[in-house]
């Protein structure tokens, strides 16, 4: 049964928003605007609707109203979904993990402005929104029936690209995490030269900064060259499967770009705005990587490829 376009344009307002949310905590983070509201929450200043509004006030606010204006947008979509879709057998589990998880990002956000957090558990926040984000967007394309259209019930996966698949997915949760670490220990400009940390120079990091940017160029490349051997897999044996076949070629060009962004963001000393893209370019990618794994949940495998 085809669902309402009601339905289907709400999925698509949340999934917007929740894109809003990881993006809006980038530049909260990438702008020292985290103490924007000072130690208050949820008010802000020791008001509600602060009066004096400065930059760092007006990026910390705007978040939060954001947050928790499409906070409403997925209960809503939640309750939705469950009534009509509960007949799917992931629109439980991804009701689920979408509240619970913007849940649990805001009280982490709540909990640094009150009291704050060590630098460890704060790079914990944009992964943890990441989740909410994959979880909305295939609970989204459930409910545009996406795996119908592309036969998801009908692709035969051989194991091989089940098991990359299953592993790089876990894995780009790793380079994720890498990532925020570097923004929330201020390593983004310990190594000021790219890709290495001091061209020319192939000693080991001699500091925990270093160590937190090169331990994520070295996953960011990892995980450049795995989705590379993937696409390359996908390129040779699943043309005739489209969804599969775009699907990796897709990854292929964001992770280029990922790494592209990351490389100008280190040379042009974190302009924001490619600050900006490389955290919407990994947010996307999470995103691909999730769905593909949602067809592995509905296809058949082979024991080859």
Same mark, same amino acid.
């Given at each position: 049964?085809?669902?309402? /376009?009601? &339905?289907?344009?709400? !999925?698509?307002?949340?999934? =917007?928003?929740?894109? @809003? *949310?990881?993006?809006?905590?980038? #530049?909260?983070?990438?702008?020292?605007?985290?103490?924007?509201?000072?130690?208050?929450?949820?008010?802000?200043?020791?008001?509600?609707?602060?009066?004096?509004?400065?930059?760092?006030?007006?990026?910390?606010?705007?978040?939060?109203?954001?947050?928790?204006?499409?906070?409403?947008?997925?209960?809503?979509?939640?309750?939705?979904?469950?009534?009509?879709?509960?007949?799917?057998?992931?629109? /439980?589990? &991804?009701?689920?993990? !979408?509240?619970?998880?913007? =849940?649990?990002?805001? @009280? *982490?956000?709540?909990?640094?402005? #009150?009291?704050?957090?060590?630098?460890?558990?704060?790079?914990?926040?944009?992964?943890?929104?990441?989740?909410?984000?994959?979880?909305?967007?295939?609970?989204?394309?459930?409910?545009?029936?996406?795996?119908?259209?592309?036969?998801?019930?009908?692709?035969?996966?051989?194991?091989?690209?089940?098991?990359?698949?299953?592993?790089?997915?876990?894995?780009?949760?790793?380079?994720?995490?890498?990532?925020? &670490?570097?923004?929330?220990?201020?390593?983004?400009? =310990?190594?000021?030269?790219?890709?290495?940390?001091?061209?020319?120079?192939?000693?080991?990091?001699?500091?925990?900064?270093?160590?937190?940017?090169?331990?994520?160029?070295?996953?960011?490349?990892?995980?450049?060259?795995?989705?590379?051997?993937?696409?390359?897999?996908?390129?040779?044996?699943?043309?005739?499967?489209?969804?599969?076949?775009?699907?990796?070629?897709?990854?292929?060009?964001?992770?280029?770009?990922?790494?592209?962004?990351?490389?100008?963001?280190?040379?042009?000393?974190?302009?924001?705005?490619?600050?900006?893209?490389?955290?919407?370019?990994?947010?996307?990618?999470?995103?691909?990587?999730?769905?593909?794994?949602?067809?592995?949940?509905?296809?058949?495998?082979?024991?080859?490829?």
């Amino acid at each position: 049964m085809q669902q309402s /376009k009601y &339905l289907k344009w709400f !999925a698509v307002a949340a999934t =917007i928003g929740m894109l @809003l *949310i990881l993006l809006g905590g980038a #530049l909260v983070s990438k702008t020292d605007s985290g103490m924007g509201c000072g130690r208050n929450w949820p008010g802000c200043n020791g008001q509600l609707i602060p009066d004096v509004i400065t930059p760092e006030v007006l990026i910390e606010f705007s978040h939060r109203v954001v947050t928790g204006s499409v906070g409403f947008l997925i209960l809503i979509l939640s309750v939705w979904s469950w009534r009509t879709m509960r007949h799917i057998r992931e629109t /439980k589990l &991804l009701v689920f993990m !979408a509240m619970f998880f913007l =849940i649990l990002q805001a @009280l *982490i956000g709540a909990a640094q402005v #009150l009291w704050g957090q060590g630098d460890f558990i704060l790079a914990l926040h944009f992964g943890i929104s990441l989740i909410s984000f994959a979880s909305v967007l295939l609970l989204t394309l459930l409910i545009f029936e996406v795996d119908r259209k592309f036969d998801a019930d009908k692709l035969r996966i051989g194991s091989k690209l089940k098991w990359h698949t299953i592993g790089v997915t876990l894995f780009s949760y790793i380079v994720v995490y890498t990532g925020a &670490l570097v923004r929330h220990t201020d390593s983004s400009l =310990i190594c000021s030269d790219w890709p290495m940390c001091q061209n020319g120079n192939f000693s080991l990091p001699s500091n925990l900064y270093e160590w937190v940017q090169m331990g994520h160029r070295t996953a960011a490349a990892m995980i450049f060259i795995w989705i590379s051997i993937i696409a390359w897999h996908a390129f040779k044996h699943y043309k005739d499967q489209r969804v599969l076949f775009y699907g990796w070629m897709i990854a292929f060009i964001i992770v280029s770009l990922q790494v592209i962004s990351g490389m100008i963001v280190v040379l042009t000393k974190l302009n924001l705005y490619f600050a900006l893209l490389h955290s919407l370019l990994i947010t996307l990618l999470f995103g691909l990587l999730c769905y593909m794994i949602l067809l592995l949940s509905r296809s058949s495998f082979k024991k080859q490829k």
